[in-house]
């Protein structure tokens, strides 16, 4: 009886690699011809019925171009860097990656997330530039200095785009001030008569890039009017929730802003269960405009962030990569305004 093993298909890493050699040999074309089909190259004009007779043979064969060897005749990768976010960004912010991810690849470029934990804005820099990416697109967790920008434009990278509070010197800056956030959540409750208010500030870690700027923006716009701001700590658990409204009558507190809808409906539900009236005595609002806060009772008042959509970030990186210009520019990337509802 034949040994079973003798039966078995030989290991993958004796089978050979595939080359573009061997797809123009099994299409019928020359290599330059497979190099122009499978790099997508527009300045040669070859007939469909060949491209896909090229693309037909290199899915025969399992043959994948070499993305290294392109990027040196190129003189330049398609990659387009994406630091991982180390906090939970949310539905809206998620969204938002997720379109920019589209339209890059429908643009030619490959994404790719790295993950960025525990580096600091020089080591990050350090380690995104050895990628040698085309574009870096920094979400602000991690500090990007002017020095950090060259050394990765000095590898290559012709496009440093940052999204944060503050512009980076020598990087394409777009600017999300999230101080707008608590503007527009002040306003709100300032209009319906509150004067004592609360801000719920998350205890996790991270969150305080848009945590500080909203609590900070809440702040100056209630400057002048008589009314009071009192921050007010609490984790994303029920127990913390739970603590909070335990003593909110102590607090003497009339509305509360709290970090995001998430945060807000969390307290609702404890000061509900306190015995806490909403909004007969403590008016809550949230921030994000997440679909569960409608279907929350009281409805759940929020601030709506306006983000474009993630094809302008990608049509801005592609022009960027495709004109690099020592004229960095600014631009702002969000707006707010407040979605009034029942709990307020």
């Given at each position: 009886m034949p040994n079973a093993m003798s039966q078995s298909p030989k290991k993958s890493a004796d089978q050979t690699v595939p080359t573009s050699t061997d797809v123009a040999r099994l299409a019928g074309v020359s290599r330059a011809t497979v190099s122009y089909v499978l790099n997508n190259t527009s300045a040669v004009r070859i007939s469909e019925p060949t491209r896909r007779r090229v693309r037909a043979a290199a899915e025969e064969l399992g043959y994948v171009p070499h993305a290294a060897a392109r990027s040196l005749r190129a003189g330049h990768t398609r990659m387009v860097l994406l630091p991982t976010a180390h906090i939970p960004v949310g539905p809206l912010y998620g969204t938002f990656f997720n379109e920019l991810h589209w339209a890059l690849r429908d643009l030619d470029y490959t994404v790719v997330q790295y993950g960025s934990l525990g580096l600091t804005g020089d080591e990050a820099a350090r380690a995104w530039a050895e990628l040698r990416p085309v574009a870096v697109v920094s979400l602000g967790e991690i500090t990007l200095n002017p020095r950090g920008v060259q050394l990765l434009k000095r590898s290559g990278a012709k496009a440093v785009v940052t999204l944060g509070a503050q512009r980076v010197e020598g990087a394409h800056s777009l600017?999300?001030?999230?101080?707008?956030?608590?503007?527009?959540?002040?306003?709100?409750?300032?209009?319906?008569?509150?004067?004592?208010?609360?801000?719920?500030?998350?205890?996790?870690?991270?969150?305080?890039?848009?945590?500080k700027p909203r609590l900070a923006g809440l702040r100056k716009a209630v400057t002048g009017t008589g009314a009071t701001v009192e921050p007010l700590a609490m984790r994303y658990d029920e127990e913390s929730a739970a603590a909070l409204a335990a003593r909110w009558r102590d607090l003497a507190l009339d509305a509360v802003f709290a970090y995001n809808d998430e945060y807000a409906q969390l307290l609702m539900r404890a000061l509900q269960d306190a015995g806490v009236d909403v909004p007969g005595h403590t008016a809550v609002m949230g921030a994000d405009n997440l679909l569960m806060g409608k279907l929350l009772r009281p409805r759940l008042s929020t601030v709506q962030l306006e983000l474009p959509p993630g094809q302008y970030l990608a049509d801005l990186i592609d022009r960027l990569v495709r004109h690099p210009s020592e004229d960095v520019e600014d631009s702002g990337l969000m707006g707010a305004y407040a979605v009034p509802r029942e709990s307020s």
């Open positions: 600017v999300m001030d999230q101080r707008e956030v608590g503007i527009a959540a002040a306003g709100h409750l300032l209009e319906r008569g509150h004067r004592r208010i609360g801000a719920v500030v998350p205890e996790e870690p991270g969150l305080e890039i848009f945590s």
